[in-house]
């Protein structure tokens, strides 16, 4: 395999990590603070980092400046991407738990796709169609207990993840062009600016009702998680994948969470697999081949043409 490959692979398994990984730091979260809180923080610290490694790399790569008529299409970006889908995922986890969660996420890719297909960005192809479902139904059975019945949470809780995942899939549709202009660097941080300076007054008084002083190092961890980790490092290399491969194909990594997820519950908690576990794993690995198969042509031949930098 060639070193670029390995590098591009490298990076989107630390991509699927950090998301999981999200999950669990923000239920951390929100028991120090309301959910409006926590985004705020999370993207307005996020906003302070990110303006240090636009400024660094800016100094060392002479980027790209910024257009005028940018200015709105990236706020337009901080409120599909920041102001609504954080905001509704965050409180959507705080009715629900991490696993059901990270199974109502997984419908984002058939959004992703539905909205690349309508702005003629991607092609509504057999495969694709086939390979979302199937993972879709992988990850349904995988949380099928073993009666086969499902475990359902609060109807509010599920509909706010479901808003908040359409809400992503759209930015990332959005978000496919803007990131070849400017590279992962800049987008990123301009459209955390943008998010910040749009939540930041609405979360900035549940953020000061909060006793710093008296926090656990897990608090501490965890909101260092949420806005350093998950959303400053794991945004650059989503920005990174992006230019690298198409918005449904990317968008279909999100149906390794509950995978993850599940294997970090069996062993950390020591729970048993079950035959659910395995033909729903199964299910979903299949669906990612079918997805992404389907460029893989084309995705050969941009790293042979331009190399991942």
Request: proline letters at 3%; a positive charge; one cysteine or more.
């Amino acid at each position: 395999m060639r070193p670029a490959r390995i590098k591009f692979y490298f990076l989107i398994t630390t991509l699927v990590i950090l998301w999981c990984g999200n999950f669990i730091a923000l239920k951390v979260c929100l028991r120090a603070m309301p959910p409006l809180g926590v985004t705020a923080f999370r993207v307005s610290g996020a906003a302070v980092i990110l303006i240090f490694v636009y400024l660094f790399s800016r100094r060392r790569q002479g980027l790209h400046p910024l257009r005028k008529q940018d200015y709105i299409f990236f706020f337009k970006l901080a409120l599909t991407g920041l102001l609504l889908n954080q905001t509704l995922f965050v409180l959507g986890l705080s009715y629900s738990t991490v696993a059901h969660s990270a199974l109502i996420v997984t419908f984002g890719p058939l959004f992703t796709l539905i909205f690349a297909w309508l702005r003629g960005q991607e092609n509504l192809t057999s495969r694709k169609i086939l390979g979302m479902f199937s993972s879709i139904s992988g990850i349904v059975l995988l949380n099928f207990n073993s009666d086969f019945t499902l475990q359902t949470q609060s109807l509010l809780g599920d509909s706010f993840t479901l808003a908040g995942s359409m809400a992503f899939a759209y930015f990332t549709v959005l978000s496919k062009n803007v990131a070849s202009l400017y590279g992962s660097v800049p987008s990123t941080c301009f459209t955390y600016f943008a998010g910040a300076c749009l939540l930041l007054p609405i979360g900035l008084p549940f953020m000061l009702k909060v006793e710093w002083l008296n926090l656990t190092w897990r608090s501490y961890l965890a909101f260092f998680y949420v806005a350093a980790l998950s959303s400053v490092l794991a945004q650059l290399i989503f920005y990174y994948a992006l230019r690298r491969m198409s918005a449904s194909r990317l968008a279909s990594l999100t149906y390794l969470q509950p995978v993850v997820t599940t294997i970090s519950s069996v062993v950390v908690l020591s729970e048993k697999l079950s035959i659910n576990f395995i033909i729903g794993g199964s299910l979903v690995l299949t669906g990612i081949v079918l997805t992404q198969r389907v460029d893989s042509k084309q995705f050969l031949k941009s790293l042979s043409k331009g190399g991942l930098r």
